[in-house]
């Protein structure tokens, strides 16, 4: 099963506008990311949080991390339609030596 | 520098051929993964390289699917008597793999399609 699954599973929102994905997990991290997939290509990585932030943030990009409810969400504010994209984030758990990935969000930005 | 580069970017192959899959990581990436992504799914790991420990094969599907690196550079894939139900993304990545606090890096994947 999966260990990192997004909500919602699609979102479409105006330019300009703020968008919020979320991300629960299961078990105890490492750390969770968040990469962007634009379609028919591989995955970028956006921004990394360890177990022991709460917040961190990256241009347009704000992500926080709650780990007594095992939940992250991404923030992206003012958005553009080049953000369109579909968005994972992914997990590493305890002694795992592998990221899991969510399902995905994707987003739609609409100019 | 060049990033992690896959080749081919699509194959089609006919049910029961075998096929193999390269990856070109990033120089001095010490792990390399690959993973499987369905069309509009998640990615699914397969499997994990870290220099010259032995593989994490935890997450091949079955035996006909194998996988090798050469020391810490290029890796191939091979899916043996391909099924249909093998057709997806296949995308590898590699990273510095400093107790996985560094970020993967991705190729754009292979596109196979088993007809």
């Known amino acids: 099963s999966q260990q990192g699954e997004e909500d919602p599973q699609a979102l479409s929102i105006q330019e300009g506008e703020n968008a919020t994905m979320n991300c629960s997990y299961k078990?105890?991290?490492?750390?969770l990311q968040w990469y962007r997939q634009n379609s028919g290509r591989g995955l970028v990585h956006l921004i990394l949080?360890?177990?022991?932030?709460r917040e961190k943030h990256s241009g347009r990009l704000r992500v926080t991390l709650d780990t007594s409810k095992k939940s992250s969400s991404l923030l992206i504010t003012a958005s553009r339609a080049a953000d369109t994209a579909s968005y994972f984030c992914a997990t590493v758990r305890g002694s795992a030596r592998q990221l899991t990935f969510g399902s995905g969000t994707q987003l739609t930005v609409l100019p | 520098g060049a990033g992690v580069s896959q080749s081919p970017s699509n194959k089609v192959t006919e049910k029961g051929k075998d096929v193999e899959l390269r990856c070109d990581p990033i120089?001095?990436?010490?792990?390399l993964y690959w993973y499987r992504q369905r069309l509009g799914q998640g990615l699914e790991f397969l499997i994990y390289?870290?220099?010259?420990?032995?593989?994490?094969k935890s997450g091949l599907p079955s035996d006909r699917f194998s996988a090798e690196r050469t020391g810490e550079s290029v890796s191939t894939l091979t899916i043996q008597r391909t099924q249909q139900e093998d057709s997806a993304v296949y995308l590898c990545a590699s990273s510095l793999d400093r107790g996985l606090n560094s970020p993967l890096h991705f190729g754009n994947g292979t596109r196979l399609t088993v007809t």
């Open positions: 390289f870290q220099g010259n420990s032995a593989p994490d």
């Open positions: 120089s001095g990436h010490t792990a």
């Open positions: 949080i360890r177990s022991n932030e």
């Open positions: 078990t105890s991290i490492n750390n």
